[in-house]
Nanobody, 127 residues
Framework: QVQLVESGGGLVQAGGSLRLSCEAS????????IGWFRQAQGKEREFVAA????????YYSDSVKGRFTISRDNAKNTVYLQMNSLKPEDTAVYYC????????????????????WGQGTQVTVSS
């Protein structure tokens, strides 16, 4: 069984930065695509970014493109989300998720394509 644990959330002023981490335990995820999603209070879950298992491709939502960077360190079984130029509308609970398919070349923005989820970490951006 895979467990994903997010960390790095917190309170930051608009224009600031945070780096979220998603650490996997239970088994290695070096062959699995990983996505970040977020859910603001009263809103639906929203895709943020995803990274292919080998790090060879990344994919971002339009709302974060140019501000957020997803990366991974397979030796540490960890995926990161560097968030810069944060805006109040980035306030949400951020979740990482893993696609159970191994070595998949299909990088998805659909939450239903992901099988393992972390518990989430709160990011609050004040204006």
């Amino acid at each position: 069984q895979v467990q994903l644990v997010e960390s790095g959330g917190g309170l930051v002023q608009a224009g600031g930065s945070l780096r979220l981490s998603c650490e996997a335990s239970g088994r290695t995820l070096r062959r699995n695509n990983i996505g970040w999603f977020r859910q603001a209070q009263g809103k639906e879950r929203e895709f943020v970014a995803a990274i292919r298992w080998n790090g060879g491709r990344t994919y971002y939502s339009d709302s974060v493109k140019g501000r957020f960077t997803i990366s991974r360190d397979n030796a540490k079984n960890t995926v990161y989300l560097q968030m810069n130029s944060l805006k109040p509308e980035d306030t949400a609970v951020y979740y990482c998720a893993a696609d159970a398919r191994e070595s998949s070349w299909s990088l998805s923005s659909e939450w239903a394509e992901y099988d393992y989820w972390g518990q989430g970490t709160q990011v609050t951006v004040s204006s």
